[in-house]
């Protein structure tokens, strides 16, 4: 299932991605990305002229951004581990969902 976010947010990828489908998105380490969709642990966003769907492991969401999420299954998903304390400060005040248990 796809969701889109209320807000879209930004990602700096922690890795380079070499997508093995079309629809992925390649990128660099140090790539600034906006993120507008998920689904399970997978993330779409777009910079420049690309857009694609990429892993959420190979990124990570850059502090304040006080973005508002949809509450869903696939956000419920995904790896929270991975964020920084301030990226999941975020989550908890964007959403109902309990983040301290991850």
């Given amino acids: 299932m796809e969701t889109k976010v209320h807000s879209p ?10 997508p093995k489908s079309s629809d992925g998105l390649p990128f ?8 507008f969709e ?8 777009k910079y420049d002229d690309k857009v694609g769907w990429f892993p959420q492991d190979r990124v990570q969401l850059l502090d304040g951004t006080g ?10 998903n995904l790896d929270f581990s ?3 304390p301030g990226a ?10 309990n983040f301290e248990t991850r």
């Fill in 67 to 76: 973005t508002s999420f949809v509450e869903s299954e696939a956000l419920k």
């Fill in 9 to 18: 947010f930004w990602v700096k990828a922690i890795s380079d991605n070499k």
């Fill in 88 to 97: 999941r400060k975020v989550f908890r005040k964007s959403c109902s969902t």
């Fill in 38 to 45: 998920f689904r399970d642990k997978e993330l779409k966003g």
């Fill in 28 to 35: 660099k380490k140090g790539q600034l990305i906006q993120v």
């Fill in 82 to 84: 991975k964020l920084t």
